[in-house]
C-alpha cells in the first residue's frame, strides 16, 4: 500500500494562498464598482422621475387613509361597529 501524497491536498484554510488575495480584490472591485453605479444612478435624472413614478404607487388615497382610521382604535371592535361606523361615514359623505 502507497503512503498519502500530502502535496496534493487541498488547503484548509485560504489564508496566504493566492486564492485569498484573488478572492479579496474580486470582493474589492465588486463593491467599489457597486458604489460608483449607485453614485451614478442617484446624480442622474432619471432616478428622480422614476421615484416620483413609484410614489405615485405608494401613496395612500383618501378612501385608504379612512379606511386605516377605522381600525386605529385602541379597544377591538365587532363586526357590526364596524358595519355601522362605514355606513356612518358614507352617509356623511353623501350628505
Same mark, same amino acid.
Given at each position: 500500500? &502507497?503512503?498519502? &501524497?500530502?502535496?496534493?491536498? +487541498? =488547503?484548509? $484554510?485560504? /489564508? !496566504?494562498?493566492?486564492? %485569498?488575495? %484573488?478572492?479579496?480584490?474580486?470582493? %474589492?472591485?465588486? /463593491?467599489?464598482?457597486?458604489?460608483?453605479?449607485? !453614485?451614478?444612478?442617484?446624480?442622474? =435624472?432619471?432616478?428622480?422621475?422614476?421615484? @416620483? +413614478? /413609484?410614489? #405615485?404607487?405608494?401613496?395612500?388615497? @383618501? =378612501?385608504?387613509? &379612512? $379606511?386605516?382610521?377605522?381600525?386605529? %382604535?385602541?379597544?377591538?371592535?365587532?363586526? +357590526?361597529?364596524? #358595519?355601522?361606523?362605514? #355606513?356612518?361615514? @358614507?352617509?356623511?359623505?353623501?350628505?
Amino acid at each position: 500500500m &502507497d503512503s498519502i &501524497d500530502t502535496t496534493k491536498r +487541498k =488547503p484548509r $484554510r485560504t /489564508l !496566504g494562498t493566492p486564492s %485569498y488575495a %484573488y478572492r479579496n480584490r474580486f470582493a %474589492y472591485a465588486f /463593491l467599489a464598482a457597486g458604489t460608483v453605479l449607485f !453614485g451614478i444612478w442617484s446624480l442622474t =435624472p432619471i432616478q428622480r422621475i422614476a421615484n @416620483e +413614478k /413609484l410614489s #405615485k404607487f405608494v401613496e395612500q388615497t @383618501e =378612501p385608504e387613509r &379612512d $379606511r386605516k382610521a377605522l381600525f386605529e %382604535y385602541t379597544a377591538p371592535r365587532t363586526s +357590526k361597529f364596524i #358595519k355601522e361606523a362605514i #355606513k356612518e361615514s @358614507e352617509e356623511q359623505k353623501t350628505k
